[in-house]
């Protein structure tokens, strides 16, 4: 059974457990290396949890961390989706379908009208679950070469 548990600040422990995880597991992945993150202790890892509007998620599996993923708010209503992982003992199983929904809700409450993503080519398993998704490629970021891929948020007729 996966559940999701979203973070405060004081979760920081877990979202450190998670992050450094899926830096180890994945690096080819992620702008961010173990170094960078390394760097700062504590006050590092609670400075992004608390970033103003910020949300980021945890995929538990019987109690251990199996999965991640973030937003974080931008200019004109876009929202960024970072960080996404699932541990490799927990890919196929629609995890990432989990965490992708959850980031995509907390995006539509908090007013985003896009949500944006950055992958860099190859990347095959994420892309295949980005355009399930229905996120469509934009442009690519002329200084780190990753497809910049986005989706647009229609809010439900009649919604608020
Ligand atoms: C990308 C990632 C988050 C997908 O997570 P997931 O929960 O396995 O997602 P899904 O189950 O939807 O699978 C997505 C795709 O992964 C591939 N996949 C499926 N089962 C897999 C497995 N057991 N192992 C590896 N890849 C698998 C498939 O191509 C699938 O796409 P499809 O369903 O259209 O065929 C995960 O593979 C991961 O964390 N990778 C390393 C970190 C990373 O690349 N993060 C994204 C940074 S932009």
Sequence with gaps: MVRLQVLTADDWPLWREVRLAALTDAPHAFKATLADWHRGGEERWRARLTMPGAFHVVALQDG???????????????RELRSVWVGPEARGLGVGDLLLAAVEGWARRSGGTTLKLAVFPGNDAAIALYRRHGFADQSVDGVTGEQVMVKALHRAAGGP
Excluded at 64 to 78: L, Q
Aim: charged content about 15%; glycine content about 34%; cysteine-free.
């Design 64 to 78: 251990r961390a199996v999965g991640v993923a973030g937003g974080v708010p931008g200019a004109d209503g876009v």
